[in-house]
């Protein structure tokens, strides 16, 4: 995946705009949407700021996030949205995934 592609899916997840996000980091929305489409790459200081403006670790925006914690937190990121007693039964099911001390 590229930078562009991330910071995509980042905002989408976020639930914020384009021009959102251009404000939060200090660029003209052209410039964030060039960055989004790949068709230029950020200087480390405004990757700095499309990181906080999108909460996401620079591993993961540059792509470097081992595929495991990837999809860890793309759990706690569905989690985050659950009920209480949603929560309730997926503790309980991740309980019933882990292997008992015979196995």
């Known amino acids: 995946m590229n ?5 995509h899916a980042a905002r989408a997840r976020a639930g914020l705009t384009q021009a959102e996000v251009a404000r ?3 660029v003209q929305l052209e410039v964030y949407g060039r960055i989004e489409r790949g068709e230029m790459f950020p200087s480390v200081p405004t ?3 499309i990181c906080v403006a999108l909460e996401i670790p620079s591993d993961a925006l540059l792509g470097l996030e081992a595929p495991q914690a990837s999809g860890l937190r793309q759990l706690v990121d ?3 949205g659950l009920r209480h007693s949603q929560l309730r039964l997926l503790h309980r099911l991740a309980q019933s995934l882990q292997p008992s001390p015979r196995d």
């Not at 930078?3 to 910071?7: D, F, S």
């Open 3 to 7: 930078l562009g592609t991330v910071a």
């Open 24 to 26: 939060r980091v200090g």
């Open 47 to 49: 990757l700095r700021r």
């Open 78 to 80: 569905a989690a985050r």
